[in-house]
């Protein structure tokens, strides 16, 4: 994986690193812990420049989080509260739970986008009850973009550190991603076993 994603910068240089991140971002198929520590260590051996390999990863990142955002504007608080009235339990949530997280995610948006674009996993799937909630778009953007700078230029900045050992960054990164999947699939699972409908 680590010599096709060097050989695809290569041959496409920031604006593969942008791409990358994109794809990242919308379909995960390559985590950002593989991307930005090897374009970080690309940089050090005088390939691309550390300042723009953060800028194109945090472009494209961004760009990505603006397609769920969308896709959650799309879906809409209505449109997702008939979906719960009819499937509450595999969602897990009721139409009211819903009015209540949108109620606090508007209150806490801001900070929920940049903490939430720091861990993985839910880095991604922030973006979406922003979409819900309607928060503005410039606001979105202006969170999401600290936040993913500072993703970006961890990841790059180690990798650009660590040099030859830059395949370590995933290492450490990986296991805390599998417990963060592991936890939020036990969560649903027990959302799923003990849903109530607050209707019933």
């Not at 041959?11 to 970080?40: D, H, K």
């Not at 550390?50 to 449109?79: C, D, H, I, M």
Request: aromatic share 14%.
């Amino acid at each position: 994986m680590f010599d096709w994603i060097g050989s695809f910068m290569e041959r496409t240089g920031y604006v593969g690193i942008a791409l990358l991140m994109l794809l990242e971002n919308v379909f995960p198929p390559i985590p950002s812990e593989l991307i930005m520590p090897l374009a970080g260590f690309k940089a050090a051996r005088g390939e691309f420049n550390l300042t723009l390999v953060v800028l194109a990863g945090s472009f494209g990142s961004v760009a990505g989080a603006v397609f769920w955002y969308y896709v959650g504007r799309w879906l809409g608080r209505e449109r997702l509260k008939k979906l719960a009235a009819r499937h509450g339990r595999w969602l897990t949530v009721s139409p009211q739970d819903i009015d209540a997280a949108a109620s606090w995610f508007q209150r806490h948006c801001g900070k929920s986008v940049l903490i939430g674009r720091l861990v993985p996993t839910v880095r991604t799937l922030i973006s979406i009850p922003a979409g819900i909630a309607e928060m503005p778009l410039r606001k979105f953007l202006a969170y999401s973009a600290v936040g993913t700078a500072m993703w970006s230029g961890f990841l790059a900045a180690t990798g650009y550190a660590l040099e030859d050992q830059y395949r370590n960054v995933a290492g450490w990164v990986n296991p805390v991603t599998n417990i963060l999947i592991g936890v939020l699939i036990a969560w649903y699972a027990y959302r799923v076993i003990t849903f109530r409908s607050k209707d019933g």
